[in-house]
């Protein structure tokens, strides 16, 4: 069993920066193997693609976030983090953590991040 839990979200002004965490938990996970994804969704978008990163390191990013959010992984920690910076309105949403390995996909509860004036 693996859970999947993202915490990080605040309330941030403009041009502010946010760091969020997941953390993947329990013996059933392998994090040496796994995909580590962020994710963010609103009431009118669809779930998206933030960021994702591979075990071997390897990086995507939304071209709306490149250059100005980082992905990073501590697999000794079974943690993944989102570094946010340069944080727009068009960024608040709920970011969901997502673990994949080959034999399942599980997903976090999502955090808040609201961005306004």
């Known amino acids: 069993q693996v859970q999947v839990v993202e915490s990080g979200g605040d309330s941030v002004q403009p041009g502010g920066s946010l760091r969020l965490s997941c953390i993947a938990s329990?013996?059933?996970?392998?994090?040496?193997?796994?995909?580590m994804g962020w994710y963010r969704q609103t009431p009118e978008k669809e779930r998206e693609l933030v960021a994702v990163?591979?075990?071997?390191?390897?990086?995507k990013y939304a071209d709306s976030v490149k250059g100005r959010f980082t992905i990073s992984r501590d697999n000794a920690k079974n943690t993944v983090y989102l570094q946010m910076n340069s944080l727009k309105p068009e960024d608040a949403a709920v970011y969901y953590c997502?673990?994949?390995?080959?034999?399942?996909?599980?997903w976090g509860q999502g955090t808040q991040v609201t961005v306004s004036s």
């Open positions: 990163i591979y075990r071997d390191g390897s990086i």
């Open positions: 329990g013996s059933g996970s392998i994090f040496g193997i796994n995909t």
């Open positions: 997502n673990y994949g390995d080959p034999y399942r996909s599980v």
